[in-house]
């Protein structure tokens, strides 16, 4: 790539000094589902950053000035969750950022960030499942997490997709009093709605929010590379606009982006690009708290 000085790539964010905001990869693969080489993502991420700039013309925000403290990897995350949750305690950021990995790494990153303050957190998922199936796996982080302690009535979920979950475990979500915000919901409503309501209900109580970006949300045609992903899912605008809105609020302490498999993506890396600059727009929206 050609090199201007006045040109900014993003991937400079990333260094060793101390920032409020962290990044840490988490490569799990182990336990998906369905096969995937997802621990290969992280590293993809962030190459992606090179192709973006530091400079968000909406808001007129150029971030070239901040920072994004590497916290580095998690060996064998899979076999390792504790690790992950005593190295985002110890990080002690006000925003964590993981790269997953499958969607099981989202609880060990939502422990790590609720720390003693479980039974007062909240939960907001971007998904087109609920992640409530029985055993240990990327479709059950969110069930092990309410039995861990995290409180139901302040877990939200934006884009269930029709035909992506089981009625079972849909009764299952509606038997936990979890707020579902379907696909039509949010095409009715908009992102900004309901991101709002997201946070008023997983912030109830005094605790910290964790926020799950599963790409798979979104419709395949945007993220190829994510394995479960259906045609008619979310735009990789909302999701974006989602990750600036959400990170704004303080109490949003982590967020994981996870589901993609970049061994999987097209020629033009679509979903791994939209992944990074899901890394910027968290940042973007965290510096304008």
């Not at 962290?22 to 589902?33: E, F, M, N, R, V």
Request: proline share 4%; with cysteine.
């Amino acid at each position: 790539m050609a090199e201007d000085a006045k040109w900014q790539r993003a991937k400079t964010l990333i260094s060793d000094a101390h920032s409020a905001v962290g990044l840490i990869d988490i490569p799990a693969h182990k336990t998906s589902i369905s096969p995937t080489n997802a621990h290969l993502t992280p590293k993809a991420i962030r190459e992606a950053l090179t192709r973006y700039s530091t400079f968000s013309y909406t808001t007129n925000q150029n971030l070239a000035e901040l920072s994004i403290q590497d916290l580095g990897a998690i060996e064998d995350p899979d076999s390792n969750e504790v690790s992950t949750i005593h190295a985002i305690q110890a990080a002690n950021k006000d925003l964590t950022i993981a790269l997953g990995g499958d969607n099981s790494i989202t609880y060990a990153a939502a422990l790590g960030v609720f720390g003693s303050n479980l039974e007062n957190a909240g939960l907001i998922t971007l998904d087109a499942h609920h992640d409530l199936r029985d055993g240990v796996s990327n479709g059950s982080p969110v069930r092990r997490l309410i039995e861990a302690g995290l409180d139901p009535k302040r877990i939200v979920q934006i884009g269930i997709n029709d035909f992506s979950n089981s009625y079972d475990y849909a009764m299952r979500a509606r038997d936990f009093g979890i707020t579902v915000i379907s696909r039509t919901e949010l095409h009715e409503i908009g992102i900004e709605k309901a991101c709002a309501q997201a946070l008023e209900i997983a912030g109830s109580a005094s605790g910290p929010i964790h926020v799950d970006l599963d790409v798979d949300v979104c419709d395949r045609s945007v993220v190829p590379a994510c394995p479960a992903a259906a045609p008619g899912g979310i735009s990789a605008f909302d999701i974006r606009q989602a990750a600036r809105v959400l990170c704004q609020s303080p109490k949003v302490k982590g967020l994981d982006i996870t589901e993609i498999d970049s061994t999987k993506d097209p020629e033009d890396g679509r979903t791994v690009r939209l992944a990074a600059l899901l890394v910027l727009e968290s940042l973007a929206g965290f510096h304008s708290r």
